[in-house]
């Protein structure tokens, strides 16, 4: 009876595609939050600026968003080195994390930059929307720590 290898030398490449995915996905999710949103601070800029400080908050929270890959990529390099027996099961396991933060951070940075762009536009005619804008901001952003939560869980999964 002979013994299947479970370390196939191609391994690696689904834990490096899960730590390129969790990054480069995460961090289009902020940008893609940060440019809409910009462009509705941009726009209100000229009419009140008195706003404009309070208008970064769906910046800040896009910028978060890439953090998120940032730490779930690091935990997955953690675990990937020339010397240690990954399997495949490990591979897999660190592409469905890269996966799982990285979609769940563009989702939410799309969010956040819909919500930020015409929440600050609509700020400047009624300043009592405020807190709801916020709200609504948060719950965007949560999208984003659920996708992290989920793939710290299963980085704990590996075998070995």
Do not use: W
């Not at 709200?135 to 939560?149: D, H, K, N, P, T």
Request: aromatic share 10%; glycine share 16%; net charge negative.
């Amino acid at each position: 009876m002979s013994e299947v290898d479970y370390s196939p030398a191609f391994a690696p490449f689904f834990g490096f595609a899960g730590c390129a995915m969790a990054t480069i996905l995460s961090a289009a999710g902020a940008a893609i939050g940060t440019v809409k949103s910009g462009i509705g601070i941009a726009g209100i800029g000229t009419f009140a600026p008195e706003l404009m400080m309070k208008s970064l908050i769906p910046v800040v929270m896009s910028g978060i968003l890439a953090v998120y890959g940032l730490v779930v990529s690091v935990l997955i390099a953690g675990g990937i080195g020339p010397d240690t027996d990954y399997s495949l099961f490990n591979g897999f396991m660190h592409l469905a994390c890269g996966l799982c933060v990285g979609f769940s951070a563009l989702a939410a940075g799309y969010a956040i930059g819909v919500v930020g762009d015409e929440g600050v536009r609509q700020l400047m005619n009624q300043p009592r929307l405020f807190v709801g804008i916020v709200l609504i901001l948060i719950f965007a952003e949560v999208l984003g720590l659920y996708g992290m939560i989920i793939a710290l869980i299963l980085n704990t999964k590996g075998s070995g």
